[in-house]
């Protein structure tokens, strides 16, 4: 195998199924060698009978390629610091993190209670931000041993995070802070050859099949727009060498369609230069208001 990844080492997590599943053999197929990550969890997260890392492993070097499988808990500090480290000691090096694994528990706000909440805070949030300081560690002593690497991490937010979600409240809070991971990561790892970029992929899953339909093949091409393998594209580009000088953004994929997203940035604003009265300053927010772009709709609303 060979392609724009060739002799990079690339840990994805959450890659026994789904998203995860179809970059790690999209890596693979572009000369990657890849480390599998998957605990083998159910949809709620919730321990399976067997993890799928093995198969996806058995898949890549069925084709031709390289890759180990790791069954550790990523959002541990002994999880996150093994699959670094399974890197390091099978290949030698570490190159690209992609981080992708979560799970969800949709609940109104009303009946959200706080293990629902807690869970899905630990899988999106701690799941990225474990993995993510292990390898930017060894990613800076690299670069203070003079040895610069060209690395890269891809995070995984979702529309929920960028808009919000009827009925995903945690889930929308914790994609939205792994954006708000992105941007500080990208800044402060700039300075070691580290690149940090997210995407808010739809594709169908085992997370969004009761949201998309089970094809949405067009009859004339046969172009399955839900397919989860049409996102690993911009993946394995974001964390290939090619993405050379792409930080700190933000991409929807879907389909055949790729978006930068552009987040927070200032809107009308008005300046008084004093304190303004309650009455005035509600009478500035509406007439800023009246002059604003709309925010998009919150999905399900």
């Known amino acids: 195998m060979s392609g724009i990844c060739d002799g990079r080492v690339v ?4 890659a026994g199924r789904g998203l995860g599943r179809a970059h790690a053999l999209a890596f693979a197929a572009e000369g990657a060698r890849v480390v599998v990550n998957d605990l083998g969890v159910g949809l709620d997260g919730t321990p399976g009978p067997d993890s799928p890392a093995r198969q996806v492993v058995e898949e890549i070097r069925a084709a031709g390629g390289e ?14 610091a093994s699959l ?28 959200l209670d706080e293990a629902d909440w807690d869970a899905v805070m630990r899988v999106h949030l701690k799941g990225h931000i474990l993995p993510l300081k292990h390898a930017a560690a060894h990613w800076r002593a690299e670069a ?3 040895r610069a690497p060209v690395a890269r991490i891809v995070n995984t937010s979702s529309g ?23 941007l500080v990561a990208a800044a402060e790892l700039a300075r070691y050859g580290v690149q940090v970029n997210a995407i808010a992929p739809a594709a169908r899953t085992r997370m969004t099949e009761r949201t998309f339909a089970e094809t949405m093949a067009a009859p004339d091409t046969g ?8 996102v690993s594209p911009l993946v394995v580009w974001l964390g290939s060498a090619a993405s050379e000088g792409v930080t700190g953004r933000v991409f929807e994929a879907e389909g055949g369609r790729i978006t930068v997203m552009e ?19 509600g009478e500035t927010a509406l007439k800023l208001l009246s002059e604003a772009e709309e925010p998009g709709a919150v999905y399900g609303a």
């Open 11 to 14: 840990v994805v997590t959450g």
């Open 223 to 230: 172009f399955d727009a839900m397919a989860p393998e049409n």
């Open 160 to 182: 929920a995070g960028l808009l919000g979600a009827v009925g995903q409240a945690n889930y929308s809070a914790a994609k939205a802070g792994i954006v708000g991971l992105t």
């Open 67 to 80: 890759a180990v499988a790791h069954g550790g808990d990523i959002a541990s500090t002994e999880g996150a």
């Open 144 to 146: 203070k041993a003079g």
């Open 84 to 111: 670094i480290a399974a890197a390091l000691k099978t290949y030698g090096r570490l190159d690209t993190l992609v981080n992708n694994a979560g799970f969800l528990r949709d609940r109104m706000l009303v009946n």
């Open 263 to 281: 987040g927070w940035h200032p809107g009308p604003t008005a300046d008084k230069g004093a304190r303004w009265t309650p009455t005035e300053a």
